[in-house]
Nanobody, 124 residues
């Protein structure tokens, strides 16, 4: 059974950077596309970014394009989300999720396995 653990969330000032990690256990990530989603208080969960199992396909929400970069290291069974130029509106709990197959979907319902979430707060 695949298990995911998201980490790296913190309090950061506007304009700052964070790198989130999504570490897998119980199975290799080699055959899973991974997505990052976030949910702010009082708002619905929204798609942030996703990557195919070989790293060749990536998707980004318009709100994070040019600021966030998703990557993966299958040897370490980990996917990363580098977040730069953070804004207060990036404040949310960030979740990673996995789906079998190479194509990185933007819809959360396409993902079967979910991590527990890590809090990102952007504030001065």
């Amino acid at each position: 059974q695949l298990q995911l653990v998201a980490s790296g969330g913190a309090l950061v000032q506007p304009g700052g950077s964070l790198r989130l990690s999504c570490a897998a256990s119980g199975s290799s990530l080699d055959h899973y596309a991974i997505g990052w989603f976030r949910q702010a208080p009082g708002k619905e969960r929204e798609f942030v970014s996703a990557i195919g199992w070989d790293g060749g396909s990536t998707l980004y929400a318009d709100s994070v394009k040019g600021r966030f970069t998703i990557s993966r290291d299958n040897a370490k069974n980990t996917v990363y989300l580098q977040m730069n130029s953070l804004k207060p509106e990036d404040t949310a709990v960030y979740y990673c999720a996995a789906r079998t197959g190479n194509f990185p979907y933007t819809s959360g319902v396409s993902y079967r396995y979910w991590g527990q979430g890590t809090q990102v707060t952007v504030s001065s």
